[in-house]
């Protein structure tokens, strides 16, 4: 029915057949399948990050990290990261699950989960860099300045980047706003 599969199906079949390997197929009801149906059809609408010069430049700044929160295993910037979904090598799925105490975290996350990362960093009262768009009408805005402008206690130093060439780059969701140049708006870092 899909002819993309069908020619993945016809060369294993010509390479096994070239390799003298035989193949048992067999048909597994859909509802003896549920679990693997219900994974194959998860997909990370928010497959996005920041490129590897931006983050070394940071790391080199206000680092090392030692956790990225909000990562998959392609676009992760350390070796230990939480991910959305299962993924290998992930110590955890969802970061809030986890205590960012004792870390130097490295946190890019979802828009929307803007000001839960802010919370919880506050309520473990950890450590990290937060990048977020400049977007003065986004709901996490109050969290990080206060009426006046002012950075928040918890704010310890902050880079403006106006010129955001070569900060996001696109996962494999090509829909995002995030990783499509020119990314349109000024990018904040909050140590």
């Known amino acids: 029915m899909k002819e993309n599969l069908h020619i993945i199906a016809k060369s294993n079949f010509s390479f096994c057949i070239q390799k003298g390997i035989s193949i048992d197929i067999q048909w597994i009801p859909r509802k003896e399948n549920e679990k693997v149906d219900y994974i194959s059809k998860m997909f990370d609408f928010e497959d996005w990050g920041v490129t590897h010069i931006f983050f070394n430049f940071l790391n080199d700044m206000w680092g090392p990290y030692s956790i990225d929160r909000f990562a998959s295993v392609e676009n992760r910037k350390v ?37 839960r990362s802010i919370k919880h960093i506050i ?56 990783g499509v140049e020119p990314f349109g708006s000024p990018v904040l870092a909050f140590c």
């Open 79 to 115: 070796l230990r990261f939480n991910s959305l979904f299962w993924q290998p090598d992930s110590e955890a799925v969802d970061a809030f699950s986890q205590v960012w105490t004792n870390e130097n975290n490295w946190l890019v996350p979802p828009i929307n989960l803007v000001i």
């Open 123 to 178: 309520a473990c009262k950890a450590r990290g860099t937060l990048i977020v768009p400049k977007w003065t009408s986004a709901a996490f805005w109050p969290l990080i300045f206060d009426k006046h402008l002012i950075y928040k206690d918890y704010v310890k130093d902050v880079i403006v980047f106006k010129n955001t060439d070569g900060i996001y780059e696109q996962g494999s969701n090509k829909n995002t706003t995030f």
